[in-house]
């Protein structure tokens, strides 16, 4: 068996042979620990029918662990001075497909026909960049992609706020959206010492299981996203008056706005993260309806 690449000695001796030096802008930091990443893929199930879409694999400590048990794996990696890193990194594994590019800018349902149509279920699995942790989630779920699910490393503090239940602190638009196309939860919290250079914040994994279908059936899912993010723009003012303030013309309207309130048998003087999902949706059927 090769040598694993996340030890600290084969991932100095990489770094060293190339003369690479990490770029903080690119949120390079890399895992030097294998047990968290066998962990990574044990959270994700990834099996011999699995296909995994990676973002960046850096040297190739996970893609490695990936190749192993995955089918195949596409991973993206924006750094160009690490591909030929990667050649040399992956040179074991012939089901490893790595791509030069952001991956935001990535048509990922392309990548999927071109690298992982023969697999049976597609899991995305990364230790993400932390600087653009959330726009990368965010892209996966809204671009409905045929995910199984995706497995991520990412700050302790956007994991708690992508988990949290209503009334906590933690709980906003972001709970919100990402519950909404998924089943969320923490898995396993992890130190700074796991990687090189040690980040600035504590880091965890996360699992989100996608939804067949969202967790609640919205009619206008635009507008409901609108009220969900207008609902938290001022955390400490009532869900009245933040509505007021979203909906154009919002003081004249009051209201239509507290009838449709109270219809919906929700009181304004709450305050948004006191609403759950199901609230939010009820309430933005009847605005939309009631505001037409
Ligand atoms: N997977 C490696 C590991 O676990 O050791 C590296 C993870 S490191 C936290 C994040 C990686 O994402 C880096 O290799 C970085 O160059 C890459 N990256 C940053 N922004 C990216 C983007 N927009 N698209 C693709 N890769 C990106």
Redesign the pocket.
């Known amino acids: 068996m090769i040598k694993d690449i996340?030890t600290p000695i084969r991932t100095k001796a990489i770094l060293e042979k190339y003369g690479f030096s990490f770029?903080k802008s690119?949120?390079?930091?890399?895992?030097?620990e294998p047990n968290v990443?066998t962990r990574i893929v044990d959270h994700a199930e990834v099996t011999e029918k699995t296909g995994v879409i990676?973002?960046?694999?850096?040297?190739?400590?996970?893609?490695e662990q990936l190749a192993r048990r995955a089918k195949k794996v596409v991973a993206?990696?924006?750094?160009k001075r690490?591909l030929p890193i990667l050649k040399e990194t992956m040179s074991p594994y012939p089901n490893v497909t790595v791509v030069h590019?952001?991956?935001?800018e990535a048509d990922l349902k392309q990548a999927v026909s071109d690298y992982l149509s023969d697999c049976e279920e597609i899991m995305v699995v990364?230790?993400?960049?932390?600087?653009?942790t959330t726009p990368?989630i965010m892209k996966l779920l809204e671009e409905k992609l045929p995910l199984r699910g995706i497995v991520v490393?990412l700050q302790k503090e956007v994991a708690d706020r992508i988990a949290a239940k209503p009334s906590t602190k933690q709980y906003g638009s972001l709970s919100i959206a990402i519950q909404y196309y998924t089943e969320a939860k923490t898995v396993m919290t992890v130190p700074k010492t796991v990687?090189v250079p040690q980040p600035n914040v504590d880091s965890a994994i996360i699992r989100l299981l996608v939804r067949d279908e969202p967790t609640v059936a919205v009619q206008n899912e635009a507008y409901f996203f609108q009220l969900v993010r207008a609902s938290f723009a001022q955390r400490r003012k009532t869900l009245l008056n933040n509505l007021i303030h979203f909906i154009p013309n919002g003081k004249e309207l009051k209201p239509l706005v507290e009838k449709t309130l109270e219809e919906v048998g929700i009181d304004g003087r709450r305050r948004g993260e006191a609403l759950s999902i199901e609230e939010f949706a009820k309430l933005s059927d009847a605005l939309d309806s009631a505001l037409k």
């Open positions: 996340a770029k690119l949120g390079q930091n890399f895992l030097i990443l990676e973002i960046g694999p850096g040297i190739g400590a996970l893609t993206f990696e924006i750094d690490l590019q952001d991956v935001l990364a230790n993400l960049p932390y600087y653009v990368i490393m990687f």
